[in-house]
Nanobody
Framework: QVQLVESGGGLVQAGGSLRLSCAAS????????VAWFRQAPGKEREFVAG????????TYADSVKGRFTISRDNAEITVYLQMNSLKPEDTAVYSC????????????????????WGQGTQVTVSS
């Protein structure tokens, strides 16, 4: 069973950049699709970005498309979320999640499909 540990959150001004990391502890992400979700105060958790288990497919929420990039390292230990052109509305707790879909290129966008979660990291974007 893989454990997920996020890092890289912080406070940044609007227009700035951050890179979040999601590290696999006690194993690797081999065979896992990985996604990032976020939850702002008083709002539902929402899908941000996902990458397939082989790394060949990615998908993004419309709100972050063109600004955020998800990637995974060749060692299958870390998944990254590069966030550029940050906006105050990106402020949230960001969490990574992992699942083992049967179909290679599947990326679930609903949180209910992910059994493994990290603890979350706070991202705050000031205006």
């Amino acid at each position: 069973q893989v454990q997920l540990v996020e890092s890289g959150g912080g406070l940044v001004q609007a227009g700035g950049s951050l890179r979040l990391s999601c590290a696999a502890s006690g194993g690797t992400f081999s065979g896992y699709a990985v996604a990032w979700f976020r939850q702002a105060p008083g709002k539902e958790r929402e899908f941000v970005a996902g990458i397939s288990r082989a790394g060949f497919s990615t998908t993004y929420a419309d709100s972050v498309k063109g600004r955020f990039t998800i990637s995974r390292d060749n060692a299958e230990i870390t998944v990254y979320l590069q966030m550029n052109s940050l906006k105050p509305e990106d402020t949230a707790v960001y969490s990574c999640a992992a699942a083992r879909p049967v179909i290679r290129d599947t990326i679930f966008t609903s949180s209910e499909h992910y059994p493994y979660w990290g603890q979350g990291t706070q991202v705050t974007v000031s205006s």
